[in-house]
Each structure stands twice: as C-alpha cells, then as structure tokens.
C-alpha cells in the first residue's frame, strides 16, 4: 500500500511557518516546497534571517511561539499530522535529528561528555544499552572515548562541535538536520566537520544542511534550496545551482563567494524585506538588477531542469 509514497525520502509541499512576536506575524517561512529521494542530501543556503533555522525546526516539529502549515512527508508518513506524543516517541531524535546552531555553548560546563549523553539518553527513557550507545556515537564522529570523562572547556572548538553531532546521531535519525555546524570554526576544522558528515552520508545518513555559505554545500549536498525573504526562490540540484542558477538572487549568492585566485567578490546591495509584511510581490524585487514590471506581483513555482524557480524571468506564457 504504501510502496509508491516511501519511495520519496521526504517531500514537502506549501511549508509555511510564522511567530507570533507581539509586533505582529512574522512570516517566516513562506510556502514551500522541495523533495528528497533516498540517500539524498540537501543544502539550504540564503542570508541571515531568510528563514533557514525556521525551515528545520518546523520539519523537527521544534518550532517555539510559531506555527507550521502545509504538507510534510516523510518515509512516507504525513509527520504534521502526527499528534505530538507520537512524533515525540517514534520521530524525534529517532527518525530525524537536529544539530541546533550554536549548539556548542549550551553544553553545561558543570558535567561531562558522558554525564551529559548519560542525559539525553534518559531523557528519551531508553532502555537499550547505555554504555554501547554512547561508545558508537563517539566512534562514529573520530572521537576518542577519553572525549567521555572531559568537561566542555577541556576540548578544542572542533572535539566540542564532534561532540555535538554524536549527541544528536544518539539514536541512530536516518536524516540530520545541520543547522550551521561549521559556522564558530576556523576553516581547518570546518573542512574535518564537512569530512566527517560526508562520511556519515556514505554509511546512509541523509542531511539538511543550513548555511549561509553557499560554498560549503558543494560536498554534501545532491540538491539545494536558495532561501530569501522566508522563501525558497530556488530549488534544484546542486550541479544546476553551481552551474546553471536561475534567480538573480543565487546568482548573486554565488558572485559574492570570495575566490583564492583574486577576483573580488560581488555583494547584492540593498536589504532583504521585512517579514513583518505578508509577501504580495517578488521578495528579491528592491535589490534585482533584473527587476520588471511583473515582479511587483508574487511570482508562482516555476518549473526547471531539476527544480524550480520563483522568478518572473523564467515565465515563458508570456
Ligand atoms: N521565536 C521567534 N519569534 C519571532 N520571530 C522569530 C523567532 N525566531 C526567529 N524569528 C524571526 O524569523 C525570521 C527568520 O529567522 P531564522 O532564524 O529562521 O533565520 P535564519 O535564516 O536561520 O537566520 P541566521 O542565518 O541568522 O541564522 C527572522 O526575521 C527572525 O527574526
Ligand atoms: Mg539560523
């Protein structure tokens, strides 16, 4: 019965996430829609505040003063529609993961790695094998199991960030969402990090990867979705989006990347649009070297090689 839904990984379709901040709604994720086949991983890439942390925590179910609509599935399963309890027993930490940006300052200086494994392990009321466990997520991030009995403060930025990903692969999640996991170290360490999850993808993990730095995908991810105003302006695979971007606003992304061999980067000017206000034309339209008359309304999905685009320009009724 259910063969021709779990051949999709996860498929989500007209996501919408807004706060309800006391100035208002703020639209924080706004409509949408993006696809994963087995041992897919995608790169979610945009500039500050588009949306991007707001995209996982609604797929993780995490989402606090806000509130998620449309369609999520995943294996299968329509996971919005899930009641809480049962997303919390079977999904959660289970199924899907969460590494939390900045996650690396909330481990408590006061216990150890292990105490704080010890932890979340009870705090999921597991009865498996505590010890083994704990071991096998340690091992399966290259770290020493000497890691185990040191405080925080006692490991480098990279053993702490190590440590933050064995926390969230505990339980064995088949997809990890990875919300800037690089973004506090320096480039050395940030290139052993993107090694180690591209390991764990070759052993079957599947990951959302959220940057802002569109450069770091390049590894990692199968498909990307460009993020701006709280929407995906752009979706696709990553060979399309490096090679062959659509909207204005993932070219100019990608003309800002700095290079070694001198060229200087291009920076889009301008702001990005205050998520305050419900999105009635294209949200890149301020700042669009490209901008037409058309773009003062919102522009649908429309179709590319392996994706989509939210840009006027790709319109071909007209
Ligand atoms: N709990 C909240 N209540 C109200 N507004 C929020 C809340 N969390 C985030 N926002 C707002 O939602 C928008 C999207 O935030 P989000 O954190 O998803 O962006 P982001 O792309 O992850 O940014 P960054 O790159 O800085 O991490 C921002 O305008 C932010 O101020
Ligand atoms: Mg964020």
Same mark, same amino acid.
């Given at each position: 019965?259910?063969?021709?839904?779990?051949?999709?990984?996860?498929?989500?379709?007209?996501?919408?996430?807004?706060?309800?901040?006391?100035?208002?709604?703020?639209?924080?994720?706004?409509?949408?829609?993006?696809?994963?086949?087995?041992?897919?991983?995608?790169?979610?890439?945009?500039?500050?505040?588009?949306?991007?942390?707001?995209?996982?925590?609604?797929?993780?179910?995490?989402?606090?003063?806000?509130?998620?609509?449309?369609?999520?599935?995943?294996?299968?399963?329509?996971?919005?529609?899930?009641?809480?309890?049962?997303?919390?027993?079977?999904?959660?930490?289970?199924?899907?993961?969460?590494?939390?940006?900045?996650?690396?300052?909330?481990?408590?200086?006061?216990?150890?790695?292990?105490?704080?494994?010890?932890?979340?392990?009870?705090?999921?009321?597991?009865?498996?094998?505590?010890?083994?466990?704990i071991h096998?997520?340690i091992i399966?991030?290259?770290l020493n199991l000497h890691v185990l009995k040191?405080?925080?403060?006692?490991?480098?930025?990279?053993?702490?960030?190590?440590?933050?990903?064995?926390?969230? !692969?505990?339980?064995?999640?088949?997809?990890? /969402?990875?919300?800037? %996991?690089?973004?506090?170290? $320096? #480039?050395?360490? +940030?290139? &052993?990090?993107?090694?180690?999850?591209?390991?764990?993808?070759?052993?079957?993990?599947?990951?959302?990867?959220?940057?802002?730095?569109?450069?770091?995908?390049?590894?990692?991810?199968?498909?990307?979705?460009?993020?701006?105003?709280?929407?995906?302006?752009?979706?696709?695979?990553?060979?399309?989006?490096?090679?062959?971007?659509?909207?204005?606003?993932?070219?100019?992304?990608?003309?800002?990347?700095?290079? !070694?061999?001198?060229?200087?980067?291009?920076? /889009?000017?301008?702001? %990005?649009?205050?998520?305050? $206000? #419900?999105?009635? +034309?294209? &949200?890149?339209?301020?700042?669009?070297?490209?901008?037409?008359?058309?773009?003062?309304?919102?522009?649908?999905?429309?179709?590319?090689?392996?994706?989509?685009?939210?840009?006027?320009?790709?319109?071909?009724?007209?």
């Amino acid at each position: 019965m259910r063969s021709e839904k779990t051949k999709k990984f996860l498929e989500v379709n007209g996501l919408s996430s807004r706060y309800y901040s006391s100035n208002g709604p703020v639209y924080a994720v706004d409509n949408v829609d993006f696809s994963l086949n087995e041992n897919e991983s995608i790169g979610i890439a945009g500039e500050s505040a588009c949306g991007k942390s707001t995209l996982g925590l609604s797929i993780i179910r995490m989402l606090s003063g806000g509130k998620t609509f449309g369609k999520i599935t995943f294996q299968g399963e329509s996971i919005l529609d899930v009641p809480e309890s049962e997303f919390d027993e079977y999904f959660r930490w289970k199924k899907i993961s969460m590494i939390f940006q900045g996650a690396m300052s909330s481990l408590d200086p006061v216990f150890t790695i292990n105490e704080q494994f010890i932890e979340i392990l009870n705090q999921h009321d597991f009865d498996g094998d505590l010890i083994q466990t704990i071991h096998d997520a340690i091992i399966s991030v290259g770290l020493n199991l000497h890691v185990l009995k040191k405080y925080p403060h006692e490991l480098s930025g990279g053993m702490k960030q190590r440590a933050i990903i064995a926390m969230a !692969l505990l339980l064995k999640p088949k997809f990890v /969402i990875a919300d800037e %996991p690089t973004t506090a170290l $320096d #480039v050395l360490i +940030q290139a &052993q990090i993107m090694n180690l999850l591209k390991n764990l993808k070759k052993k079957g993990m599947s990951f959302m990867l959220i940057t802002h730095d569109l450069a770091v995908l390049s590894e990692i991810a199968d498909k990307i979705g460009i993020m701006y105003g709280g929407q995906m302006v752009e979706f696709g695979s990553s060979e399309e989006i490096y090679h062959n971007p659509k909207h204005p606003y993932t070219q100019g992304l990608l003309e800002s990347i700095p290079t !070694l061999k001198g060229n200087s980067p291009r920076y /889009i000017k301008g702001n %990005p649009p205050s998520l305050f $206000d #419900v999105p009635t +034309q294209c &949200q890149f339209i301020e700042r669009c070297p490209l901008v037409m008359d058309k773009c003062s309304q919102l522009p649908p999905k429309f179709k590319t090689a392996t994706g989509y685009t939210r840009c006027w320009l790709y319109d071909d009724t007209s």
